[in-house]
């Protein structure tokens, strides 16, 4: 028995997701004939609207909205209760923090669903309609919203969020095969070539995808090599790279496959590319290679600190271009790779974290020399940093004009915890002890002799 308020020119949704679609002209036609078919389509879904039992579910549906609203406002204060009595995982208040905030989409997607089943049940299936559309668009976006909320990157995030909430809709509607076929006849076609908006849209969902698989495969592979106590820090660093640009790189690969993108195009790119490296890209690939020549030698690694010309500071991390080394006043210095291979660099940890540090001093010539190697070799080991293995020393280095100069020697192996301020403790260390024992310290002095002649007679 047909359904009495549906006109025959409308056809159930089912039926209108079969209806073949024609293949499509060539060129301006193509666009023409598609645009015609979508309005088509908007027009029937247009006719919808006008039936009688539309009013009806509109009313029932912001009914449905009202309902879970009032659910939301009861049930989320008990839930976040819940939630802050302790005793969950971070993963676990995370996924019931995404939960929450959509509650009320949520609540309204059950009740909306429920009330399409009853009313398929007991009426014409015109008569919910609408119901069904409103209840599988907001079951979309509920699953489109959390699965994004997953993603890190913004950008990525909304991108996904459009496109999928956008095919979903249209999907739904029915509206889906006209769309593309739409999209697929705007197109630039030289020869050999042919580029659609359709091709462009898919490339760029699939490219994303693609990307936030590879971006968890690599934040994942990061987090096994950290934990993994038997790899050195700058093996670790290059398999994390190598893994990052591996990824990547087949994630772009299978994005533009997935499109049809035909891969031999790349010769052309590859060309490209050598020749910018030959005008231009020297410094970057140079770079590059010294980063892999960097992380292969060992030579310098994360945590190691260094001195390279007026810089001194530990390092913090080893990027593809760059080092970062982070100074005691808090300064970060971005390094080029290369600098480390055509420079000299002080690695104060590279195979030692013993440190040997000096400093200089003078007493005047009434002290005895004996005397003050014993006390000024005694002098450092009250200070915390300093080892006693091997043990500081003392010597004479010079006499001096109105002096008697020493060299104080001692080891440390905390290197990273500055040089500067260890001296300084050293240095008051030997003072209170030249002072304890009534040893001066010189300062420079002259004797000027003033030579009056007394006038003749």
Same mark, same amino acid.
């Given at each position: ?61 912001? %009914? ?127 020869? %050999? ?31 096994? #090599? ?33 499109? %049809? ?48 010309? /007026? ?9 593809? +271009? ?14 080029? /790779? ?17 440190? +040997? ?60 915890? %500055? #040089? ?38």
């Amino acid at each position: 028995m047909a359904d009495p308020d549906s006109p025959t020119s409308i056809q159930p949704l089912e039926e209108a997701e079969r209806t073949p679609i024609p293949h499509p002209a060539e060129g301006a036609d193509a666009v023409v004939e598609q645009a015609g078919l979508l309005a088509d389509m908007v027009a029937d879904f247009l006719t919808r609207l006008q039936q009688p039992w539309t009013l009806y579910q509109m009313g029932i549906i912001l %009914g449905l909205i009202f309902a879970a609203y009032c659910l939301k406002v009861v049930f989320r204060p008990r839930i976040r209760t819940s939630l802050a009595q302790g005793g969950h995982s971070k993963t676990t208040l995370r996924f019931a923090s995404i939960l929450v905030a959509r509650l009320d989409l949520i609540f309204f997607s059950a009740l909306a669903w429920s009330t399409y089943a009853i009313m398929q049940s007991i009426t014409w299936p015109s008569r919910s309609y609408f119901i069904y559309i409103v209840a599988s668009i907001a079951l979309a976006w509920l699953a489109i919203a959390i699965l994004s909320r997953l993603i890190s990157n913004n950008t990525v995030r909304v991108m996904i969020r459009t496109f999928g909430w956008a095919y979903a809709a249209l999907r739904i509607t029915g509206l889906w095969e006209n769309t593309s076929a739409l999209l697929e006849s705007l197109a630039i076609e030289t020869e %050999g070539f042919r580029l659609s908006v359709l091709m462009v849209l898919t490339a760029l969902f699939a490219l994303a995808i693609l990307f936030v698989m590879a971006n968890f495969l690599t934040k994942s592979t990061h987090a096994r #090599l950290n934990a993994a106590s038997d790899i050195s820090p700058s093996i670790k660093v290059l398999m994390q790279k190598i893994a990052q640009i591996g990824f990547y790189g087949v994630a772009l690969l299978i994005g533009l496959k997935t499109v %049809g993108f035909d891969l031999s195009n790349f010769a052309l790119l590859t060309g490209a590319i050598g020749l910018g490296l030959g005008f231009g890209l020297q410094k970057i690939v140079s770079n590059l290679v010294s980063g892999v020549i960097i992380l292969l030698d060992k030579s310098i690694k994360p945590g190691d600190v260094i001195s390279l010309g /007026n810089t001194f500071g530990w390092i913090t991390s080893l990027g593809a +271009r760059y080092a970062s080394i982070t100074t005691r006043d808090g300064r970060e210095y971005l390094v080029p /790779n290369e600098d480390f291979i055509t420079n000299q660099v002080v690695n104060w940890t590279h195979s030692s974290d013993f440190v +040997r540090l000096d400093i200089l001093f003078g007493v005047s010539y009434d002290s005895d020399p004996h005397f003050v190697k014993r006390i000024a070799s005694e002098a450092p080991k009250s200070v915390g940093r300093v080892v006693s293995t091997p043990a500081p020393v003392c010597h004479i280095i010079n006499f001096g004009d109105s002096s008697i100069d020493f060299k104080l020697r001692f080891w440390i192996k905390d290197p990273t915890s %500055g #040089l500067t301020n260890i001296r300084g403790n050293v240095y008051l260390a030997l003072w209170d002890a030249l002072k304890e024992n009534d040893i001066q310290i010189p300062y420079p002095r002259r004797d000027v002799h003033i030579h009056t002649e007394l006038p003749e007679d």
